[in-house]
């Protein structure tokens, strides 16, 4: 029989594969329970743990039946018969010449795998930053590595078939062994490293464009909140192509690149509004011509309704946690939350909130839920106001001045469902401008407003206080 690198990664993956899907296995058993362990009571932590043993006995049980049911396949195999038997029944060994490499039994001449080939990424950006945190064992490659040679020195003493495979693999020498349970450890951290590389440049990449995908900006900021986050905040370095020192520098960043588009964005709508009240069919930006396509009805996007959903869920002590995926489904959006998350009234409860209405709902291990948002603009007599600023047609909203731009976000602002039909939006709406003011302020606009905006706004703030 053949032993080959996938051979001993198996192996190797099953010695270290244990303790950490059991870790799994318990926290999806406590997130489906609902509750933390200290808000336990005595007799439910009894019965949870209980729950736990059972459930987990039974699931090895299965997975000895499937490890007897392979490990006869093999014997079988070895002794060249043309059955073999499990459980009371009569099996057929089917014919293969699959060494279990993943070549598929097709390469000409024999397995041609090396068991001494490294992991490496086509991406030169990834290389050289992880190379030289690697270097300093920064991901404990070592450490893992000097477990794992103590639990395959341990399967050695028990007889393990699996840990004396790769002994014999190298005549025995248990140095060779050693080093290359290091290199198998050394790579799985890297590929582990990748995989999530990807998805962060991922989402560099698309802030840099002006073009965040979802979740992109609270990816790279959950990423890097803290100074000794020193591989995530060296590989933003290498991806913008300058140099960062503190995390506030690179949400700071962030912060400015996406300005830049929201500010892009603005210059281009008030570009086809001009159009568009000058009575023209297409407008000119950037050196392009685009026709004048203009809709003038506010529907939210999807990081508004994120953003709306996160702040309904605090609202009413929900960690934002339970939220799995918020996604546009044709004219709404589809939210998907916890098990615990189950009692529909709610979620009727957070539609309300924010202004959208629960138009569908299925229970399930994933709770699934899709809204549809309505905005109704004739509760808000400020949007019409502002839209006059906008359009040119006057500078102040009840006696206050007010740019374009900023009239443009705030109106933006006041159009979000859950504030227009919050009692927060009709005070607003009921108070004048001056009054107005420091009520938008409290449910915070400051933090939603452009950085051309912003000082305009604190100067208004100061005076209107």
């Known amino acids: 029989m053949n032993i080959t690198r996938e051979t001993i990664k198996d192996t190797l993956r099953t010695i270290m594969a244990e303790e950490t899907e059991y870790q799994t296995f318990f926290k999806k058993a406590l997130e489906k329970a609902g509750k933390s362990i200290p808000s336990m009571s005595d007799e439910e932590k009894k019965e949870f743990f209980n729950k736990i043993d059972a459930a987990w006995n039974a699931k090895g049980e299965k997975k000895n039946e499937g490890n007897a049911f392979g490990a006869a396949v093999t014997a079988a195999k070895e002794k060249g018969e043309d059955e073999f038997e499990v459980g009371g029944k009569t099996y057929k060994v089917e ?51 000097k477990v794992q040679i103590g639990n395959f020195e341990r399967a050695l003493k028990k007889n393990d078939k699996g840990a004396q495979q790769i002994l014999d693999k190298f005549k025995g020498d248990m140095d060779k062994a050693k080093d290359y349970i290091i290199q198998v450890i050394t790579d799985r951290k890297k590929e582990d490293a990748f995989n999530q590389y990807k998805a962060f440049k991922a989402a560099v990449d698309s802030i840099q464009k002006g073009k965040p995908i979802y979740g992109a900006v609270d990816l790279v900021k959950s990423r890097i909140h803290n100074n000794s986050q020193k591989y995530t905040m060296a590989l933003y370095s290498a991806l913008r192509n300058q140099k960062f020192n503190k ?22 709508v008030q570009a086809a509004r001009k159009a568009k009240d000058e009575g023209k069919t297409e407008f000119e930006f950037n050196g392009k011509k685009y026709p004048v396509t203009l809709k003038e009805s506010y529907k939210g996007n999807a990081r508004d309704f994120k953003y709306d959903f996160e702040m309904a869920l605090d609202n009413m002590g929900i960690s934002n946690k339970a939220i799995k995926k918020i996604s546009k489904k044709g004219k709404g959006y589809e939210v ?25 709902f299925k229970k399930g291990n994933i709770n ?12 808000l007599g400020k949007v019409a106001m502002l839209k006059d600023v906008e359009a040119g047609r006057t500078s102040r909203v009840e006696g206050v001045k007010i740019s374009k731009d900023l009239a443009f976000e705030m109106r933006m602002f006041l159009q979000r469902p859950m504030l227009s039909r919050s009692r927060t939006g009709i005070a607003i709406d009921n108070s004048q401008m001056k009054e107005a003011i420091p009520m938008l302020a409290k449910v915070g606009i400051h933090k939603r407003l452009s950085s051309g905006v912003k000082k305009e706004f604190a100067e208004l703030l100061k005076k209107y206080k």
Do not use: P
């Open 368 to 379: 699934i839920g899709i809204y549809e948002s309505v905005v109704n603009e004739r509760r």
């Open 247 to 268: 995390w506030k520098d690179i949400h700071a960043d962030v912060d400015s690149l996406i300005g830049e588009s929201v500010n892009e964005g603005r210059a281009f």
């Open 95 to 145: 014919e293969s010449h699959d060494c279990g490499c993943g070549c598929g039994g097709v390469t000409e001449g024999g397995c041609q795998t090396d068991v001494n080939e490294e992991f490496k990424s086509k991406d030169s950006t990834f290389e050289k930053v992880y190379g030289i945190f690697d270097k300093r064992d920064y991901f404990n490659a070592k450490g893992l590595a």
């Open 336 to 360: 998907r939350l916890s098990s615990y998350m189950s009692d529909k009234s709610a979620w009727e409860k957070i539609g309300k909130t924010i202004g959208a209405d629960l138009i569908d």
